[in-house]
């Protein structure tokens, strides 16, 4: 079984190296599952080749060409494909989780809900909210998809993008799948997203449910990195 992480990054390298060790740390987890990951960077080379990651550079600019970029470069690398982002954490429990969904031959596996880390704090999101257009509605991150899927689809997703917003299309495309599982993650692992004073945009702790500190969630290595942050 092949599994690749494409992923997207510009910078961050620290928040980079969390992203590393938590790939690592699935990869010791499942020897039996072959683990890769792909990166499309703008100028993050040296960083990727410190992980032994390939790596393949673009513009930063527009997201979509990066991300649909980052989609074709992946092109028949793998049985699966699970998206995270450069600043992404999945534990190996969670991940174990997707195994199993995976031996059951869904062809799109996706959460409803993640965690989040910011200032040394954890914090849980149910999803989309009740207010959000997108209630209801699985997460981009940690979305996997099958190799067979994305032949379906031509290893096109990201093609109107610059229209409609970064994933608002890719979902009008992907929720016609009918072999899909979406779930809620909370009580079998953590999905981390990891928000730093460099995010985009600001991270607002008040919209999210307070869960306590990292150590007694995650993994250690990854608890010291974030601490670094």
């Not at 513009?59 to 049985?79: G, I, T, V």
């Not at 199993?100 to 880390?117: L, S, T, V």
Request: hydrophobic share 35%; aromatic share 14%.
């Amino acid at each position: 079984m092949k599994i690749l992480i494409p992923t997207i990054m510009y910078g961050r390298h620290r928040t980079f190296n969390v992203f590393a060790q938590g790939v690592k740390n699935l990869q010791e987890a499942y020897p039996e599952v072959e683990i890769n990951v792909l990166v499309v960077g703008t100028g993050d080379k040296k960083i990727a080749d410190k992980h032994g990651f390939e790596y393949h550079d673009y513009p930063n600019q527009p997201l979509s060409e990066k991300a649909q970029h980052r989609l074709e470069l992946s092109k028949n690398k793998a049985h699966y494909y699970l998206f995270l982002g450069s600043d992404d954490v999945m534990d190996v429990k969670l991940f174990g989780y997707y195994l199993e969904r995976i031996k059951q031959a869904y062809d799109f596996i996706a959460p409803y809900d993640i965690h989040y880390w910011s200032r040394g704090i954890l914090y849980y999101s149910s999803g989309y909210k009740r207010d959000n257009p997108r209630f209801k509605e699985p997460l981009a991150v940690g979305r996997c998809l099958s190799n067979k899927l994305l032949n379906d689809f031509n290893w096109e997703l990201w093609t109107t993008e610059r229209r409609i917003g970064l994933d608002a299309g890719v979902w009008k495309k992907l929720k016609k799948v009918k072999n899909s599982h979406f779930f809620k993650s909370k009580t079998i692992g953590i999905l981390l997203d990891v928000k730093t004073k460099d995010n985009l945009s600001k991270f607002d702790r008040k919209l999210h449910t307070r869960i306590g500190f990292p150590k007694d969630y995650l993994n250690e290595n990854i608890t010291l990195l974030l601490n670094e942050l």
